[in-house]
């Protein structure tokens, strides 16, 4: 694409950026920003997967680059998913929203009879050499249904309680199914989320704090409930009142971060992965971004997750402002639900919320979230792409 009158720094900076031609304004019917940030996430990702797994990979295989190949496979794999869901329009996915949240419950159900466990929680589904976590296929699946229902319901979300508890009832479902693997996580991530598409849908104030306070209350009880989620809210207040006990995990994640400093300890030069830090390459691995990569690499990939949010806010609010509800609300739920989940992350590993087991999106390793990350991101360039098509023909059809 050439830019009249610009240069060669600021026609690639307009490219990058998705800007077009005056004469030519469906020229590009994309998000550029949105797919070089995500490729930037995923790149990053891949590297500090890479770094960060190598010890562990030497002691569970021999291959230090062991979860490396797995990575790269799985980034293979989410690219083909993601040429195939770039096909598909938006209708399709509101038209099948309930059978895919139905095939979800199905597949949580299963799960719990023949899933495989690891560290005591049974969230995989083996096939071959894949392992399928259908707890992050909740989450895409409710967002869809709960779009869709929006779509119909929402002047009875707006003026009846009944019509706001309809979807808080099905994600308390969801939410029984996954504490019984049990995964507390990934239910605080739909419960916040479904707030926060029903509140951008109008629902009264009194609803939100009728349940906001339903929802603090039934979280106390479960971290009462069962003891080690007690020791991981007590051990993040104080972790080095037990440094080598239930503070372990966050002392030596703290430790990671001050030894990074402003510009880190330098790619590949960690302490922390090898093996003192658990599960460096997953739940911890923005940890050890910090002590190879610094402050420096801590604000970049910071920055680079809330432009991602920013955008997809973005892209669910113009697709609202031309009546397209479902693909608004599955956008704007996309970008709470990434923000919210890199929050939780960043927060447990710097120590300023309790350890949960959500992955950094598109950095952590990961099979199940980044496929499923990546599919969403995908239907943001779907949204963005079937919104931008509907303002072009209309810009046609306008008076010349």
Known sequence: MRIPGLGLIPRLKAWVMGAREPEAPTHVLYDRTLLWLTLGLAGIGFVMVTSASMPIGVR??????????????????????????????????????SVMLLITLVMLLVVLVVGSSVNGASRWIALGPLR???AELSKLALFCYLASYLVRKVEEVRTNFWGFCKPM???????????????????????????????????????FLSIIG??????????????????RVTSFWNPWDDPFGSGYQLTQSLMAFGRGEFWGQGLGNSIQKLEYLPEAHTDFIFAILGEELGYFGVVLALLMVFLVAFRAMSI?????????????????SIGIWFSFQALVNVGAAAGM???????????????S????????????????????????????????
């Open 60 to 97: 569970l295989s021999d291959d230090p680059f062991y979860f490396a190949k797995r990575d790269a496979f799985y980034l293979g794999l989410a690219f083909v998913l993601s040429l195939a869901t770039l096909r598909i329009p938006m209708a399709v996915w509101q038209r099948y929203s």
């Open 132 to 134: 399928i976590q259908p």
């Open 169 to 207: 009832g099905v994600m308390v479902l969801l939410a029984v199914l996954l504490l019984a693997q049990p995964d507390l996580g990934t239910v605080v991530v739909l419960f916040v989320t479904t707030l926060a598409m029903l509140f951008l849908a109008g629902a009264k104030l009194w609803q």
């Open 214 to 231: 339903s929802g603090i209350f039934a979280v106390v009880l479960l971290i009462i409930a069962e003891p080690y989620r007690m020791r």
């Open 316 to 332: 669910g609010r113009k697709a609202l402002e031309i009546d397209r509800r479902f693909s608004g609300f599955l956008a704007c």
């Open 353 to 367: 919320l309790p350890t949960k087991g959500l992955t950094l999106p598109l950095i952590s390793y990961g099979g």
């Open 369 to 400: 979230s980044l496929l499923i990350m990546s599919t969403a991101i995908v239907l943001l360039l779907r949204v963005d792409f079937e919104t931008r098509l509907a303002k072009a023909q209309a810009f046609a059809r306008g008076p010349r």
